[in-house]
């Protein structure tokens, strides 16, 4: 079987990347059929696909109380391919491997999604905050629609921003609204704020929702 070369990939990335910019200019309705959502990333609470990971468990509470509204949705991997490291702190850290658990927080209406790394030894790790489109559940499985702007948030108290280049670049190419910018942008400075003044209080219930939902894991 013959294999592009890399200019051939380049050509044809370029040219797929002109069909989507002209489609979206001539037939801008059709990309507004998901609510305005025209390039952003949708992921799941089962991460269905991941090639990373080999064999897991999957459980799912709908959580409406006095502390928390939304989707909760935990995961164990069993056995992964390979380690995922997160290389942002000074020491990397190791988020997944054989043995960990991801935790997953969809508030109906928060504006964010809240993933928790935990390790083998049950310790979290690190706070992941994805600032989101849209939260909402499909055949099952929650899910989120990616606004691109993140916060990492790590044990020792340290606070990471990240992909802000790409939420620049989102908006000047067209793939979110000037009203999806504002509103990442005022959720993610709320979010931090929250965060340093200690009032983010999703991050204190995390290890008592962990504990409360592993005994509903399954195997998928």
Avoid at 168 to 193: M, R, V
Avoid at 205 to 219: A, E, G, P, R, V
Wanted: hydrophobic share 35%; charged share 25%.
């Amino acid at each position: 079987m013959c294999t592009p070369s890399k200019k051939g990939f380049r050509k044809l990335k370029e040219h797929l990347h002109l069909v989507y910019v002209v489609s979206k200019e001539r037939f801008p309705n059709l990309f507004k059929l998901a609510g305005g959502i025209y390039n952003m990333k949708r992921k799941t609470g089962n991460r269905a696909g991941w090639p990373r990971i080999i064999k897991q468990q999957y459980a799912l509470k709908i959580v409406e109380n006095d502390e928390f509204q939304g989707y909760v949705t935990l995961l164990k991997f069993d056995e992964v391919l390979q380690p995922l490291w997160s290389k942002f702190t000074a020491e990397p850290i190791c988020l997944v491997e054989n043995g960990s658990y991801m935790l997953q927080h969809y508030p109906f209406n928060g504006g964010y999604a809240l993933t928790t790394f935990i390790s083998p030894n049950k310790e979290i790790m690190q706070w992941y905050i994805d600032i989101v489109d849209h939260v909402g559940i499909s055949k099952g499985i929650p899910y989120f629609d990616d606004l691109y702007l993140d916060l990492i948030v790590v044990p020792t108290g340290e606070v990471i921003e990240k992909d802000i280049d790409e939420i620049e670049e989102a908006l000047e190419k067209g793939d979110i609204s000037k009203e999806q910018y504002d509103k990442a942008w005022a959720t993610f400075e709320g979010l931090k704020k929250d965060i340093y003044e200690g009032n983010f209080r999703l991050l204190r219930l995390t290890k008592q929702h962990f504990f409360d939902y592993s005994k509903n894991l399954k195997c998928t």
